[in-house]
């Protein structure tokens, strides 16, 4: 069985340009989540779905991201624009979405954002 | 609210040699506590969970930690290090009854084994 699938695994950017980051969860996982993780530190969670909807974006920066999952099953993140501070590795995980957070969380090898 | 600190950024052992990484977390209500290892640019891995069953959890790759309320612990052990061990190690915890409240993640402890 496939795992969750990311793509780019690496992108560099100037500051001010635009960034998609794409998710495919493993099948049948209803939940996904985007989660990112600064140098050093653990996975923040920046918003997740439960199919369609976006359950918990609390953390997510407005201003500057965007999420879609437009069918209940892959995913697109996007920054638009981009700033020095983005510079993290973006994870996706997913889960089978029928215990919430107590579930096991399956990640994706992450993409990791360089802004310049 | 939850959160979780681990004691350590980076610990070193010798090849053979017990592990123990140590993580205490608050919460105000009973929590689920996971660790997952990542390696070198991979995803994160569960190695077990406590979702209030046995206090002691067994994991994968020979890992077990055990929940002690009183302490507000759930260190990470295993008996005898291997190369293979070497990876960042993230505790995590979150909130019993609250199926929305999200995952915490600590800093992480960097592990690496002597040979």
């Known amino acids: 069985e496939a795992g969750v699938v990311q793509s780019p695994r690496y992108k560099i950017i100037e500051k001010k340009q635009p960034v998609a980051f794409w998710c495919n969860p493993i099948?049948?996982?209803?939940?996904l989540y985007w989660y990112r993780q600064n140098l050093g530190q653990g996975p923040e969670l920046l918003i997740r779905?439960?199919?369609?909807?976006?359950?918990?974006d609390s953390q997510l920066p407005k201003d500057r991201f965007s999420a879609e999952r437009l069918k209940g099953v892959d995913s697109t993140l996007k920054i638009q624009p981009a700033e020095l501070g983005d510079s993290a590795v973006y994870l996706c995980a997913s889960s089978l979405g029928l215990a919430g957070y107590q579930e096991t969380q399956y990640f994706g090898p992450g993409t990791r954002l360089l802004v310049l | 609210a939850q959160s979780v600190t681990q004691l350590g950024s980076h610990v070193s052992v010798s090849e053979g040699a017990l592990v123990l990484l140590r993580c205490n977390y608050s919460?105000?209500?009973?929590?689920?506590l996971f660790w997952y290892v990542q390696y070198p640019n991979q995803g994160l891995q569960l190695l077990l969970k406590?979702?209030?069953?046995?206090?002691l959890v067994k994991g994968i790759n020979g890992f077990e930690a055990e929940f002690k309320k009183s302490e507000t612990s759930f260190h990470l052990t295993k008996p005898s290090a291997h190369m293979s061990d070497a990876a960042e190690y993230f505790c995590a915890v979150s909130a019993s009854g609250t199926s929305y409240d999200k995952v915490i993640f600590g800093p992480g402890t960097s592990l690496s084994v002597i040979p």
């Open positions: 919460s105000s209500v009973p929590p689920y």
């Open positions: 099948s049948g996982h209803n939940t």
């Open positions: 779905y439960e199919n369609e909807e976006a359950v918990d």
């Open positions: 406590y979702t209030s069953a046995a206090t």
